[in-house]
């Protein structure tokens, strides 16, 4: 069973970058699919980015497009969120999740099996 640990949360200000990182613990990690979704205070869980481990094929949502990047670290069983120019609506804790699924499931709000225990990501105007 994959483990998710997400880092690189923090408080910065608009318009700053910042990078989160979601370290996997498992080996077979080219099995999955792996993404990142947010969740603001009083509003529901949203998709934010995805990826193929196997293809690097990815998805992102239409709010972070041009701003955010998700990449994967092979050698280090990391994905990794470069977040560029934020904004506070980008205010949320930040949960990585993964699935053999498909990347679909990360758009379709289908099942994703793991998740990290999340991040938070504050941005101040």
């Known amino acids: 069973q994959v483990q998710l640990v997400e880092s690189g949360g923090g408080t910065v200000q608009s318009g700053a970058s910042l990078r989160l990182s979601c370290a996997t613990s498992?080996?077979?990690?080219?099995?999955?699919?792996m993404g990142w979704f947010r969740q603001a205070p009083g509003k529901e869980r949203e998709f934010v980015a995805a990826?193929?481990?196997?293809?690097?094929?990815?998805r992102y949502a239409d709010s972070v497009k041009g701003r955010f990047t998700i990449s994967r670290e092979s050698a280090k069983n990391t994905v990794s969120l470069q977040m560029n120019s934020l904004k506070p609506e980008d205010t949320a804790v930040y949960y990585c999740?993964?699935?053999?699924?498909?990347?679909?499931?990360?758009?379709?709000?289908?099942?994703?099996?793991?998740w990290g225990q999340g991040t938070l990501v504050t941005v101040s105007s």
């Open positions: 999740a993964a699935t053999r699924g498909g990347l679909g499931m990360f758009t379709t709000g289908g099942y994703l099996e793991v």
């Open positions: 990826i193929s481990w196997g293809t690097d094929s990815t």
């Open positions: 498992t080996r077979t990690v080219s099995n999955y699919f």
